[in-house]
């Protein structure tokens, strides 16, 4: 692999001109790869495009138009894939970054690409962590090292680990570029906010930090009662940003149909904000087992909500069982209720039993 620090005052003169072969064995001739008020850089990009890369003329096109890259010569782009090759990039991986990141090809690397290299390297990641976040991710080399080291700084703040904070940025492509990130961060922090759930939520679901509108949300979620000092208050606020206003809708309508009321659904989600993330297959399997197979009532979830986030198989039934079975020796409770806390954790008497069954056994 590559030394990304030998690099640090060499010029691109050393390079050498790189080929890729096409995927078109029989290429057009060039005069018909462009529309006649092209411009000349843009038509000799469109081209390097097609016979370096393999784009149709049509995506050559629209990459070139869409992200306005002009050169005239190939002295540029040859130079530009000379670098990633030299630092370890294959053609496919280069071709996946051309096509998310075109702009790329006439850009300086040595100004543009390589302090952001050494930055990442200067925070623990190595060459091949870099070729590996760059390839899937080329769009994060948009943005300046002005504005890439203070939002990096800060999401370590809360993270305090370089490993994480780069996996972190690697969820969204537009994490640096988006000065949004920060703002909201902050705002989060003025509305109480912990470290700790903004740092759950930055490793969790790091895109939500780039969403316009975070605070009404907040806001939102403290008028149903939440308290942002809390761990549900991460979740809720994953809830409401993440599912959109039609799939909101139809898991409220999923729970409906077992008899919930809207309040019912608030209440649910107050208590267990999770239930809103769950999908509405696995809302009707639950809901299924427990009232058709069961025979209970689909009201004891309303306060037992955290229910949905179990697996089926692997703890509700087996649990269920043994509910079944104590209440067939007489056991007496006034509502189902009474149960819900025996699905959600393991009890320290039952750590022991290597299935229901051997704890049926010692009943």
Known sequence: MFNFNSWRHKPLLYFKTVTFSPISQNPLPL????????????????????????????????????????FKTNQKPDSVLNFFKNHGFSNTQLHNMITKAPWLLSCDPIKRVLPKFQFFLSNG?????????????????????????????????????????IACVNQCSSFFGDRVVPHN??????????????????????????RRGILKVVGELKDLGFNPSKSGFSIALLAKITVNKTLWKEKVDAFKKWGWSDQDVLEAFRRQPHCMLTSIDKINLVMTFWVNQLGWDAMALVKGSAILLLSLEKRIIPRAQVVQYLLKKGLKVKSLVEFINFFTFIPQSLIHFTSTADFLSHL
């Open 185 to 210: 961060i902050t705002l989060l922090i003025e509305n109480g906010v912990t470290d700790s759930n903004i740092a759950r939520m930055l490793q969790r679901r790091s895109k939500i930090f780039n």
């Open 125 to 165: 990641a190595s060459n091949s962590d870099i070729v590996d976040f760059v390839s899937k991710n080329p769009v994060v080399l948009y943005a300046s090292m002005n504005q890439m080291v203070p939002t990096y700084e800060l999401v370590y703040r809360f993270l305090k680990s370089h490993k994480d904070t």
């Open 31 to 70: 005069s018909l790869y462009f529309c006649t008020n092209t411009s000349h850089s843009t038509s000799f990009a469109v081209s390097y495009l097609i016979h370096n890369f393999g784009f149709s003329p049509q995506s050559a096109n629209k990459l070139c138009s869409t992200h306005r890259v002009k």
